[in-house]
């Protein structure tokens, strides 16, 4: 069974800055992609970044490109986002998850495991 903790999440001001982690088990992490969702108060929970078990391949949804950063330590079984130039619409519980196959995807239903989630809160 595969254990994804999320951390690093918080209250912080427009403007400021956030990485969150993702802690995974197991030892087939780098042949796993993983993704970054994120759930907003009363809508869907929608993908932000997501990156290649190898770390070569990236993506971001159109309302984060330039500001937020995926990377992995496939060393250290762990994924980050960096979030840069927070603003007040990036609030929501963010989740880390695994995806079923390398290459990276974007739905919910290509992911099976994932963290419990880690609120970030932006004030304006």
């Known amino acids: 069974q595969v254990q994804l903790v999320e951390s690093g999440g918080g209250l912080v001001q427009a403007g400021s800055s956030l990485r969150l982690s993702c802690a995974a088990s197991?030892?087939?992490?780098?042949?796993?992609?993983m993704g970054w969702f994120r759930q907003p108060p009363g809508k869907e929970r929608e993908c932000v970044a997501g990156?290649?078990?190898?770390?070569?391949?990236?993506y971001y949804a159109d309302s984060v490109k330039g500001r937020f950063t995926i990377s992995r330590d496939n060393a250290k079984n762990t994924v980050y986002l960096q979030m840069n130039s927070l603003k007040p619409e990036d609030t929501a519980v963010y989740f880390c998850?695994?995806?079923?196959?390398?290459?990276?995807?974007?739905?919910?239903?290509?992911?099976?495991?994932w963290g419990q989630g880690t609120q970030v809160t932006v004030s304006s």
């Open positions: 998850a695994r995806a079923q196959v390398s290459g990276v995807v974007t739905t919910r239903s290509r992911y099976s495991y």
């Open positions: 197991g030892r087939t992490f780098r042949s796993y992609a």
């Open positions: 990156i290649s078990g190898s770390g070569s391949s990236t």
